[in-house]
Structure formats: structure tokens, C-alpha cells
């Protein structure tokens, strides 16, 4: 077990590695980055823009112009070279790009983020900022649709073709087939001021003077808050969570072991739960931790958006429309990171539900 886990850390190295430096090189190639924006703000004479990227007064340039300047850079043009190198050097575009590639690995493996190029803010900081919705949104959605989908698929698996395993698949799957930023719209038209009636709030985690409030009542605003949010989030993971239960659940159901302990006299729940339930859980227990990983990261920009909610999501998605690079490299780094260290638990929990397993004898 020992090796198998040095393996797979060693081999997150060069998994990293290589996913920053394709992303490193489409952005040298993507057009509008921050120099340029930078130049274009300033391509009419804006001192207002000038100091504020500068650092400098704005008589520092004015009335310098070039004609045809040699920059390759759209907007620089009429602009002094000694601002566009000024700007450049800001923006850390000074340096050759494999120097700046390998000068950000080596930041980023002490944990050294820098600070953001449009906010007075470090991007461990930004990034902090904006984690307790993505935790709210990941974490509840999460324990919510495995807790209804796991007794949920059981009850469909021990009825298997039966009415109740009907209706409730077809509900099932209308659910999983609409888009969840749908839901998320009738929702709002319904239920938060849109159209009809206003029942849930539609801006942030907590009310105005939330911590003023008794605790109990903190804790009512909190889940007031998310209600909406989690139940348009959590209708593809509910489904699908149920019927990986469920089929988890038929699966073993159809095994020698099972005829076996029901020719021993035991009852049906002796059977189910004291020996289907512990084989038929490890695909669902084991992939807990990813499910919960992708929807902290990934799965929640539009109903961030939506909902109004300032979370990780809503904030990748604007660093890479605003070129906020160091955001953007942050953000992906410390993801990748992760996912991959989810995966590797994800792993670890399969080996702590069936010990049969044997992670030695794999190459990877």
C-alpha cells in the first residue's frame, strides 16, 4: 500500500507539470491579454488609467507620443515605448516566457500565489474569500443527495420492477434530463421575486445583521439561503446517485453469497444489510469524495450566477474573461492539485471498504 501511494504521488509531478504548461501556452497565444488591455485603456491619453497601472503621475508621459512604435502589441501605438515597457515589466511580461513559466512553478510549490492584477488583494486571500459558498454549495448538495439517494435506491433495488421502482424512475430521469440552471431560472420566476411570489432570498449565504441573530435563527437564515441553490444543484447528482445504488444493490443481490444466506434462515434484512449493503455501498462510498470535489469546483458557475452567489466558480470563470492571470494559474493549480489527491483517496476509500482489494499489484 506503502509504494502504491508514493507511486501515484510521484506521478501527480509531472500530471501538473504538463496540464500548467498547456495552459500556459494557449494563453501566449490568446489574444486581449493584460498588457494589452492595459494599453488599450490607455491608448486615449486616460491619466486617470495612467496612474492607476502606472504608479506615476500622468505629466510622467504626457504629451509623449510615438509614431509607429515597434511594439507588437494592438493599442500601443502613439504610446511611449518607456510605458509599454513600464506596463509590461508590471505584469511580469518583461521576461521570456519559459522564464516566466518556470519562475511561477517555483512560486507556486512554496504556495506563493502573487496578488491579483485588477484587486488589492493576494490570490490565496481572493481565493479564501470566496470559499464558503463553494463549501455550502458542494458540501450540502452532496450529503443532501446522497442521503435521500442511497435509501432511495435501496427501496428500488428490493422492488425492482414494481410500480413504486416505476414512477420513481421516471421522475428520476425528468429530473436528470433538465439542465439544472433551468430549474434554477423557474425557481427564481417562482419562488424568489421573480414573477410570483418571494419566499427565498436571492443574494448571498446570509441576510443583512445575520450576526446579530440568535444562533438558531443563524442557522435557519443559512439553510433559507441555500434552499433554492442545492435543490436546483442537486437533481443530476440525486439521480444519479440512485440509480448507482440501485444497480449497485441488483448486482450483488444476484450473487451465490446471497442464496446462500438466505438458505441459512436469514431474513431479508439480515441479508440485505448485514451482507449486501457493505459490497453494494463501495462504489457509492468510494466516489463520494469526487462528487463532492466536483461540485466544489466545477459544477456551480451558473448557479452562482443565477442565485447571486460570489463563489469559486463565479470567480474562475471572470479571471479568465478579465485575463486576470495570476487568479486564473492559482485557481487551476491548486485544482488539479486537488482533484488529483481526491482521486487518490477516492482509491483509499475502496480499499477501506473491501480490504480484498489489492493495491500492490498495480502498476499505477
Known sequence: MGAYIIRRLLLMIPTVFGIMAVSFLITQFAPGGPVEQALANLSGQNTGALERITGSEGGDFAGQQVQGGNSSYRGSQGLPPELVERIEKQFGFDKPPLERFFSMLGNYLRFDFGESYYRDISVI??????????????????????GVSIPLGIAKAVR??????????????????VPGFLV??????????????????????????????PWWQQVLD??????LPIFAMGLGAFATATLLTKNSFLDEIGKQYVVTARAKGLTENQVLYGHVFRNAMMLIIAGFPGAFIGVFFGGSLLIETIFLLDGLGLLGYLSVVNRDYPVVFATLYIFSLM???????????????????DFESRDV
Open 184 to 213: 434554477a431560472i423557474v425557481l427564481v420566476v417562482f419562488f424568489a421575486g421573480g414573477s410570483f411570489w418571494q419566499f427565498f432570498p436571492l443574494r448571498g449565504l446570509t441576510s443583512p445583521g445575520w450576526e446579530n441573530f
Open 160 to 177: 425492482d420492477g414494481s410500480r413504486f421502482d416505476v414512477w420513481t424512475s421516471t421522475i428520476i430521469i425528468i429530473g436528470y434530463a
Open 125 to 146: 486571500d481572493l481565493i479564501l474569500e470566496k470559499m464558503p459558498v463553494s463549501i455550502s454549495l458542494g458540501l450540502w448538495m452532496t450529503l443532501i443527495a446522497y
Open 222 to 227: 443559512y439553510f433559507w439561503h441555500l434552499a
Open 339 to 357: 482533484g488529483l489527491i481526491i482521486g487518490l483517496i477516492s482509491d483509499l476509500t475502496y480499499m477501506w471498504v473491501d480490504p480484498r482489494l
